[in-house]
């Protein structure tokens, strides 16, 4: 059944195949036995064959394209175009045709485009504030809007404005001062606005400040200061800046013209007249229009200067002159109603003196005369009383005398001085030549005299035993009346620097610093007798009494208003000083010196520094010598009794110096400090003296060289006691300086130390020398005891080397007070701390016996159960040491 269906299929199949291949034939060929052509063909020849209907005009409407097919055609609508009923595609009898399609709606344009539809098409425009890329209204395909840069237009935003580009589109901005007629700063061109200027002065007021005024500007503006003010930067148009007022009576001295007083005010200043100058207005003057006059105060009140007195009206001011016969206590020429009057001419100055100063009472109570004398007349007058020669004669001698009697104290100094000014004012006028030199035992005078009708002028110069004077002739004349004489003197004192060498309690020194007189005393006096406030400096040319190349000078006068007086540096000035040489410049006359400022050495850190360790180094080494010869009992001597006490007194000494050299806050205290200090290094040289002794009484006697421990006491302390108390006795207030507890320098009051200390050292150095020659002679005798002469000889170059440590260690303590202190210092420092250290190497560590001693007592500190085993035989060779003890104390046997 399966083979019979399969075969009868296969035979439909076939007849299938061949009635489609008899029909395609037809179709191909036509049905050329067939009557008529089917609809879509034409008969050609007897042949249906195809006809092409797109041939017929319009057969498929406007906005269309004809496509033929077999037997049939169809119609598709161009580009852009579509049927109302949606397809592209149809044909004639469907009655249909295209429309034109609207691509504007849809977004078929991008971003930033306008579409614009067309008939068949549309257009892309890029809207306002935008461009195509490569120009023209439309855009291509593919391409998008760019943004048009409005700002590249020139003048797009006007004037005085600025024209900023956004993102399809602009603005515009005002330009810094301006601002459009709204009142905004941003606009755009099509609000057709402007920028106009903006009035800054008038929206603000206060813009600019105090003390300004603003002015407006094209889109701006600036201030200026106000008349009267200005800017502190100093420019006259501004934006930020202060106006500060101006000073015009500081920037124009002048500005007020003579006699007349600028006062500064807000903005502005005012002219005051000045005190004794009115303005004839009645007013005070502004600006330099007006004048001052000068008021006539004589005129206005005849009683202005009292009684024995005459007015005289001078410029801005006026003065009173003394009647005959009446004279002003300071010797002044004239005064104002606010100084003193005139009263009784006395001579009570001259009279004083010469009861303070009993030797110039005969030359005084004549020159007292002459001043009596010169009361009953118009002072002063010339030619009167006896010759003016042997006046000043007689005046020299009495000071001669006087200086010549030793040194004076400060009221002394006080009288002297102002007696020998007076003086010679008096005796000037009377002397017949007009120059005159003099020279005494203890004074040189130069002095001038001038008469003339009208005062003289110039220069003039007085050279005197190491001092010049140089001033004018106006100074001696005076300025205010001429006498018809000027007279200029100068005398030197030789010996008086002596006497004032201490009276320096008027100068601030610093510290450290002290003074001394470095140039002899002059007296310069004139016949002016104001000369308390000179016009015209005077200058002085000092002649050094010691080379000085470090300078430090300073020009003083003698002050007699102080307490018992003192010298002063008031009024006068130092104008240049080398080291033989110093110039001095004052405005008053007196009696003038040069003092040179003394520096002591500056306490350098490293000085301090070598003194604290070093004589701490120093103290440790003299405790453990004082412990090891109290305390250790078999090395107790003679010797070691002197050692222990010079240790004693090094010790003290060096504690003492360490814990109060600087206390001189306490003057007592001070005292006290130095006269211990005295009193211990005194007794330390001592006891090294008394080793010298003792070692000279080993080696020469045989027997009995011991010394009795009261004749070592006497030595060691009675001696230097003794000395301290002669040196207090006659100097107490030399124990204590401003700067250190020690001896002072003054008077040579050092020299209580420094003088011992040699006669110590030359005496130990005799013993030393004499001990030395005397071990050389029993070195070379024939039967020496060489044991004991040994030991000597160790003894003796121990005792020299301590002389030397000692000995050294002072002679630069005495070098060091000269100019160069820093270098002797330094060796005085250095010495005095080693000699603890050097003391404690040469009789303890140096030592045998003490060596051995020290083993001892190590060992019953590491041991001490040694002890009790050693306690039998210490007891059974107890006589053996008694009998070696008295052999030490005999011939000093042991170290």
Not at 796 to 801: F, K, N, Q, R, Y
Request: contains cysteine; negative net charge.
């Amino acid at each position: 059944m399966r083979v019979l269906r399969f075969f009868t299929i296969m035979n439909c199949r076939i007849h299938v195949l061949i009635l489609a291949f008899h029909l395609a034939m037809l179709t191909e060929h036509g049905l050329s036995d067939i009557e008529g052509c089917s609809q879509g063909y034409e008969k050609v020849n007897k042949k249906c064959i195809d006809e092409d209907e797109c041939e017929e005009e319009g057969i498929c409407g406007e906005n269309a394209k004809c496509f033929n097919a077999i037997g049939s055609y169809t119609c598709m609508c161009d580009n852009g175009f579509i049927t109302l009923s949606g397809s592209m595609n149809y044909t004639a009898d469907e009655g249909l045709e295209c429309k034109d399609i609207n691509e504007c709606h849809q977004n078929i344009c991008g971003p930033k485009a306008k579409c614009v539809n067309s008939i068949g098409s549309y257009n892309c425009k890029c809207p306002v504030g935008f461009k195509t890329p490569i120009g023209g209204d439309w855009l291509h395909r593919n391409e998008t809007c760019e943004d048009e840069d409005e700002c590249e237009e020139e003048g797009i935003c006007g004037e005085n404005a600025k024209c900023f580009n956004a993102i399809g589109s602009y603005t515009c901005m005002c330009d810094n001062g301006f601002i459009t007629l709204s009142g905004s700063v941003n606009y755009t061109a099509d609000e057709g606005l402007e920028c106009k200027d903006k009035d800054e002065c008038l929206e603000d007021c206060e813009i600019c400040g105090k003390n300004t005024k603003c002015v407006n500007i094209g889109g701006s503006y600036f201030c200026t200061c106000n008349n009267g003010f200005k800017s502190l930067q100093g420019s006259v148009n501004f934006k930020n800046d202060t106006c500060n007022d101006i000073n015009e009576c500081f920037d124009n001295k002048n500005i007020c013209g003579p006699n007349a007083k600028c006062e500064n005010t807000i903005g502005s200043y005012s002219c005051i007249c000045i005190d004794g100058f009115f303005s004839p207005t009645g007013e005070n003057r502004k600006g330099q229009n007006g004048t001052c006059e000068d008021i006539d105060e004589c005129a206005l009140d005849y009683t202005l200067c009292g009684v024995n007195a005459m007015c005289k009206n001078t410029q801005g001011i006026y003065v009173c002159e003394c009647n005959p016969g009446f004279v002003l206590k300071s010797g002044k020429m004239n005064y104002t109603e606010n100084e003193e009057q005139c009263e009784d001419f006395t001579c009570d100055v001259i009279n004083s003196s010469s009861q303070t100063l009993p030797k110039l009472k005969g030359a005084l109570s004549e020159i007292q005369n002459i001043c009596l004398n010169s009361k009953k007349r118009v002072m002063p007058l010339v030619s009167i009383g006896p010759d003016g020669d042997a006046l000043l004669e007689s005046l020299l001698l009495a000071i001669d005398d006087l200086l010549s009697g030793g040194p004076l104290n400060n009221a002394q100094v006080s009288a002297l001085l102002k007696v020998v000014e007076l003086s010679l004012r008096i005796i000037g006028p009377l002397m017949e030549h007009p120059e005159t030199s003099k020279s005494n035992n203890h004074t040189v005078l130069e002095l001038l005299v001038q008469r003339n009708a009208s005062s003289p002028q110039g220069p003039v110069s007085l050279s005197c035993s190491q001092a010049q004077l140089d001033c004018h002739w106006e100074t001696a004349a005076g300025q205010d009346s001429y006498p018809g004489f000027a007279t200029v003197a100068l005398l030197t004192y030789k010996g008086l620097e002596t006497s004032c060498n201490h009276s320096f309690t008027g100068l601030e020194a610093q510290k450290g610093q002290s003074f001394q007189m470095n140039s002899k005393v002059v007296t310069a006096t004139v016949s002016n007798k104001n000369t308390s406030l000179l016009k015209d400096s005077v200058n002085f040319t000092f002649s050094h009494l010691k080379e000085a190349d470090k300078g430090n000078h300073t020009c003083v006068y003698w002050d007699s208003e102080t307490t018992d007086g003192a010298w002063s540096k008031r009024g006068c000035f130092l104008v240049q000083s080398n080291a033989t040489h110093t110039v001095c410049s004052c405005k008053h006359l007196s009696s003038f010196a040069v003092l040179l400022a003394l520096y002591d050495m500056k306490e350098t850190y490293q000085l301090q520094l070598i003194t604290w360790v070093g004589l701490s180094l120093s103290q440790l080494c003299l405790f453990l010598c004082i412990l090891t010869f109290s305390l250790i009992r078999a090395i107790r001597s003679t010797r070691n009794t002197i050692h222990l006490n010079l240790c004693i007194s090094l010790f003290i000494a060096n504690l003492v110096f360490l814990v109060g050299i600087s206390r001189t806050e306490n003057k007592s205290g001070c005292a006290v400090i130095a006269g211990i200090l005295h009193f211990f290094y005194l007794a330390a040289l001592c006891w090294m003296c008394l080793e010298g002794v003792h070692l000279f009484r080993m080696v020469v006697l045989v027997f009995n060289t011991t010394i009795r421990p009261l004749y070592l006491m006497l030595g060691g302390y009675g001696v230097p006691a003794v000395i301290v108390a002669i040196s207090a006795i006659y100097n107490a207030q030399g124990y204590g300086t401003e700067r250190h507890c020690w001896l002072t320098l003054e008077d040579g009051f050092i020299w209580s130390f420094f003088g011992p200390v040699s006669v110590i050292i030359v005496v130990s150095v005799f013993f030393f020398l004499v001990t030395v020659w005397k071990l050389a002679q029993k070195f070379s005798s024939l039967n020496p005891d060489l044991s004991k002469l040994h030991k000597i000889k160790l003894f003796t170059i121990t005792a020299v080397a301590q002389l030397c440590v000692l000995g050294s260690t002072w002679i630069f303590g005495c070098f060091q007070f000269n100019d160069s202190t820093l270098p002797m210092s330094y060796l005085f420092t250095i010495f005095n701390c080693l000699q603890g250290f050097l003391l404690y190497v040469m009789h303890c560590l140096l030592s045998k016996q003490v060596r051995e001693e020290y083993g001892k007592i190590v060992d019953s500190v590491c041991a001490p159960q040694k002890l009790y085993s050693q306690f039998t035989s210490n007891q059974s060779s107890s006589s053996k040491s008694q009998n070696s003890k008295s052999v030490q104390n005999t011939n000093e046997s042991q170290l």
